[in-house]
């Protein structure tokens, strides 16, 4: 079993920023890709971020150059900066985490606790 642990969501005004961690620990072999989903009041859960194994980036338009997904391998952890915040990334911000099992080949999918993110204008 995998626990993702994530921390820095809180409250900031408009134009600020804010990092968001997430640790996996656990069973462990290696971990494939990695993302940053949120959930929008009124609105569907969204990928907001993607970093693969190899460390391809992807984005959705809304957060293109104002935010940045790395990942620490090392450390099993994902980040995510944001820059230049705006009111509408107003939410609950999750990590999502494609594990690789001791075998090579299994993955297996797990989701973090959530993290709120206010942004006031």
């Known amino acids: 079993q995998v626990q993702l642990v994530e921390s820095g969501g809180g409250l900031v005004q408009a134009g600020g920023s804010l990092r968001l961690s997430c640790v996996a620990s656990g069973s462990i072999f290696s971990l494939d890709t990695m993302a940053w989903f949120r959930h929008v009041p009124g609105k569907q859960r969204e990928v907001v971020a993607t970093i693969t194994s190899d460390a391809t980036t992807d984005y959705t338009d809304s957060v293109k150059g104002r935010f940045t997904i790395s990942r620490d391998n090392a450390k099993n952890t994902v980040y995510l900066q944001m820059n230049s915040l705006k009111p509408e990334d107003t939410g609950v911000y999750y990590c999502?985490?494609?594990?690789?099992?001791?075998?090579?080949?299994?993955?297996?999918?797990?989701w973090g606790q959530g993290t709120q993110i206010t942004v006031s204008s």
């Open positions: 999502n985490v494609w594990v690789r099992r001791r075998d090579g080949v299994t993955l297996d999918n797990y």
